[in-house]
């Protein structure tokens, strides 16, 4: 069976600082990645998703980055990170497209002081 | 700009009866609409979707009607448990769509 690892499950920064969180995908071969955010109060928003290793979409021009080194393996980063990207970051993964459903990570909770 | 629109941010609702929760888009290209819930801290899970092709898609407790003129679509829960008690999201996708656009969120709270 599949399964997502997503972690640290919460992480406390100071402004300015790096960030890196990684997901990993078990089970499965050439999943679609995602990274979706949610800010407190408010719905899901796509941050970046990927079909292919090195193959990156941004759908919010932010300040944040994201990277596929492996087929199974999606990193989100910053070099200094804003106290507006606190948020519940969700990793993702499906297996095509046309309303597929998605399988989510249990999140990590970014708080940016 | 907000595809999938979910304008009830909160619904109160006593166990054994039925919740409903709306949901409307404005892209008529989608053609699959999802349903997910989620508990706090933790990610959201797929509960039912439904494809353009169909009005109506049952699931245990779970039926979730698509209105494809009016670009809306409803979620029932029947009956309601405290169980269930956690916030909604409807998402909706394209044909040759790789992402699925998220409403706000509808959160949903039982009462015994």
């Known amino acids: 069976s599949q399964t997502i690892h997503q972690w640290p499950a919460t992480l406390v920064q100071p402004v300015g600082s790096p960030l890196s969180l990684e997901c990993t995908v078990e089970?499965?071969?050439?999943?679609?990645l995602y990274w979706y955010r949610q800010a407190a109060g408010r719905g899901l928003q796509l941050l970046f998703y990927?079909?292919?290793?090195?193959?990156i979409s941004s759908e919010v021009p932010q300040n944040l980055s994201a990277s596929r080194p492996q087929d199974r393996q999606f990193i989100l980063s910053s070099k200094k990170l804003l106290l507006s990207d606190s948020g519940f970051y969700l990793c993702?993964?499906?297996?095509?497209?046309?309303?597929?459903?998605?399988?989510f990570g249990s999140g990590t909770q970014l708080s940016v002081l | 700009d907000q595809q999938v629109k979910q304008n009830s941010p909160s619904l109160s609702v006593q166990e054994g009866r039925i919740s409903i929760l709306n949901c409307d888009y404005t892209?008529?290209?989608?053609?699959?609409f999802l349903w997910y819930k989620k508990y706090p801290a933790e990610g959201p899970t797929f509960l039912i979707s439904?494809?353009?092709?169909?009005d109506k898609n049952e699931d245990g407790r779970f039926t979730v009607f698509l209105n494809k003129s009016a670009k809306h679509l409803s979620l029932h829960i029947v009956p309601s448990q405290p169980g269930d008690s956690a916030v909604y999201f409807c998402?909706?996708?394209?044909?040759?769509?790789?992402?699925?656009?998220f409403g706000a969120g509808t959160t949903v709270t039982v009462r015994a």
């Open positions: 993702a993964w499906n297996r095509d497209r046309g309303g597929e459903k998605l399988f």
């Open positions: 089970g499965t071969s050439n999943p679609n």
């Open positions: 990927s079909i292919g290793i090195d193959q």
């Open positions: 892209n008529s290209m989608f053609d699959y």
């Open positions: 439904i494809s353009s092709i169909k």
């Open positions: 998402a909706a996708s394209g044909h040759n769509d790789y992402k699925l656009s």
